[in-house]
């Protein structure tokens, strides 16, 4: 297939290529904005690999730019399919400015539903979602025929872009597939998450804010998994319906970081307890089956996905170093260093 890839410069849209160009003979468009998440050195392996890189394109853009999307979707290298991976994906940087977000995750998701919409010929959408769109639950597991009670502006703007898409699915017929993943986790992720920030902070012997109690739970999805789980909708979903990638694998923001800190030898004592975020939702959870029942599954432990990410992070400082720095000194001081003020040991 010809695919165009949006946002495939972040996290899980470069493991998502990096995948499919070594296990297919696809042709990818990457489209990118290349904001503060999104990284070209992300795609640098592929870039720099004579093999894959033939079958790759990347261009510099924004999804809300809609003549640039119509040029790739009816262009010379017309797509079969898009994945839309573009979104500001951070519930903290949504609650200091949501604006970005609802930018990207509603507008951009509707030029998108237009452009496929106008396209010459049929193709694919698939929009990845996430697990918050749910809301907290607490206990069981959320099926894809329950309602959505986002939380917070991140998650209240992927909401939003769903629903935009089932109105195109309905009203035009649009070839709309819907992934929700679970909480994802591995290399190349921006190091204001958790994995990573607690994983960076802790090799330079720096405090782990950690929020609150420490017992907010859940999934942990390593990022090969989320990817490959993409992959699998796009080939085998059924158009106009949503799947959980699922990864039966809750942890509580506390294991999670015991674990790192076992990974790296370091102590628990430069962990502390620091003032909750605003709207902080205690639990997610959600039932796999439906995905499941087509034939996918994640393959790898998050023992194995843990140990795997922080090997990784330890040995390329380098990457993660470029991040810490500019935006990302003014957004950790705003977000935590009030918080470490007032904190308490863990």
Not at 25 to 49: P, Q, S
Not at 318 to 337: I, K, N, V
Request: glycine letters at 8%; one cysteine or more; a negative charge.
């Amino acid at each position: 297939m010809k695919l165009l890839v949006c946002g495939g410069a972040g996290f899980i849209g470069s493991a998502f290529i990096r995948r499919r160009l070594s296990g297919t003979d696809d042709a990818i468009v990457v489209l990118d904005k290349l904001t503060y998440a999104g990284n070209r050195m992300n795609l640098a392996d592929v870039e720099n690999d004579p093999s894959l890189s033939q079958r790759l394109k990347f261009v510099e853009g924004d999804i809300c730019d809609g003549q640039t999307v119509q040029s790739l979707i009816d262009g010379p290298r017309a797509a079969d399919a898009i994945v839309n991976f573009a979104a500001e994906s951070h519930v903290d940087r949504s609650i200091l400015d949501a604006t970005a977000f609802l930018r990207t995750g509603v507008m951009g998701v509707h030029v998108l539903a237009e452009a496929v919409r106008q396209a010459k010929r049929p193709l694919r959408l698939v929009q990845v979602s996430t697990d918050e769109v749910y809301g907290p639950i607490d206990s069981g597991s959320s099926v894809e025929s329950d309602g959505m009670a986002p939380r917070s502006p991140y998650a209240a703007a992927k909401a939003a872009g769903e629903l935009v898409l089932q109105s195109y699915r309905a009203t035009h017929g649009l070839d709309v597939v819907i992934t929700r993943g679970a909480n994802s986790y591995g290399p190349y992720q921006h190091p204001e998450k958790l994995i990573p920030l607690f994983t960076t902070n802790a090799l330079a012997d720096q405090q782990l804010p950690l929020y609150g109690d420490g017992r907010h739970e859940r999934d942990w999805l390593y990022v090969d998994d989320h990817a490959d789980g993409v992959a699998f909708a796009l080939d085998h979903g059924v158009a106009g319906e949503t799947y959980n990638l699922a990864a039966g694998q809750s942890r509580t923001n506390r294991a999670v970081t015991k674990g790192i800190l076992a990974e790296l030898g370091k102590p628990w004592s430069l962990v502390r307890s620091v003032p909750d975020r605003p709207g902080h939702d205690r639990r997610y959870a959600m039932d796999g089956s439906k995905i499941a029942h087509l034939g996918w599954r994640p393959a790898v432990s998050f023992e194995v996905g843990l140990a795997s990410t922080v090997k990784w992070y330890r040995e390329n400082e380098d990457w993660w170093q470029a991040f810490r720095s500019g935006d990302w000194l003014d957004y950790y001081e705003q977000q935590y260093r009030w918080r470490l003020a007032a904190s308490a040991p863990a």
